[in-house]
């Protein structure tokens, strides 16, 4: 069988850089693909009806999409599927709104996890984009999008390329529906808990005063130690406090015996909702025991500590 270069198609059809072609690969998702194989389905996005594939072409130079100098990828991942056409960027070229650099969702199955971004002001019509492309940092960026999960399970979000952020730029997952902050790990992802339906989220990468300024609204008015979900657990569940003003955190974990078991968190937190993983690979069934202390960044003394219980049950 002949490949047909998909460069050569967007140049005969008079297509822009942002037409992107898909293969379809189940679990993986979708995948870009630069060259067409006969006898296999593809997806691109037209607003221009019947696409003209005539054979053989004349030589054609490789058309691109256009790249953003600052790019990082948006990445859903499960035991079910995976989906990796997201993408948010930085390029000096880029236009505060819909322009060359940004590209259309591929389908979204109900049944899969997915990630997009959805810009009415920028289409009404087909408002699902794969990319969200600004002209620059400034203090920071804000990108709001959608996150779709499959079968109500335990999923992982997280974002690539991280070594093209700012120095002094911190990256924040938040939900917007909750007002939960997720702090990417040591591997820049973070643990979505089971959770049905689509939710907003946004990812937030920029200076401390700009996360602040963008989280704030969603401080809470007290300090708070959440019971953890899912409980009973296994392996993982989620932690949730809140705190009221910046404190140093502490977060661990004990036996019924009062022996510590891990540190989840040993830091310097921001004002507002957090929300952290625990993974109890490795230990046995049984009640445990969280315990949190916020810790006041002037003068040291404590305000705020609680604790409560857990089961893990496997």
């Not at 060359?100 to 959805?118: A, C, M, N, T, Y």
């Amino acid at each position: 069988p002949v490949k047909i270069k998909w460069s050569d198609v967007v140049t005969a059809n008079g297509l822009g850089s942002g037409a992107l072609l898909y293969g379809y690969e189940g679990s993986a998702g979708f995948v870009q693909s630069d060259v067409m194989v006969p006898y296999v389905g593809y997806y691109y996005y037209s607003n221009s009806g019947f696409l003209s594939i005539p054979f053989p072409f004349s030589p054609t130079p490789n058309t691109t999409q256009l790249v953003s100098t600052s790019m990082f990828n948006l990445v859903y991942s499960s035991s079910f599927n995976s989906d990796k056409t997201a993408f948010v960027g930085i390029d000096p070229l880029a236009q505060q709104g819909i322009d060359e650099f940004e590209v259309r969702k591929p389908p979204i199955f109900s049944d899969q996890g997915s990630i997009w971004f959805e810009r009415k002001e920028w289409d009404g019509k087909n408002p699902r984009f794969a990319s969200d492309v600004r002209p620059t940092f400034g203090d920071g960026q804000t990108w709001d999008f959608i996150l779709q999960p499959s079968n109500d399970e335990t999923a992982r979000l997280s974002v690539e390329n991280v070594t093209q952020i700012p120095e002094g730029f911190e990256i924040i997952f938040m939900n917007k529906q909750t007002g939960v902050m997720l702090k990417p790990d040591d591997k820049n992802g973070v643990t979505i808990q089971q959770q049905q339906g689509t939710m907003p989220y946004s990812l937030i990468i920029g200076k401390n005063q700009y996360i602040k300024s963008q989280t704030e609204s969603y401080v809470p008015d007290n300090f708070v130690l959440h019971q953890n979900y899912p409980n009973p657990f296994n392996p993982s569940t989620a932690i949730r406090f809140g705190i009221t003003s910046d404190a140093f955190v502490q977060l661990k974990i004990y036996d019924l015996l009062g022996r510590e078991v891990i540190q989840l968190i040993d830091q310097k937190l921001i004002s507002g909702n957090h929300e952290y993983t625990f993974k109890a690979n490795g230990l046995a069934s049984g009640m445990y025991i969280y315990s949190i202390k916020a810790i006041s960044l002037n003068g040291g003394n404590v305000l705020y500590s609680n604790s409560k219980k857990m089961t893990l049950i496997k």
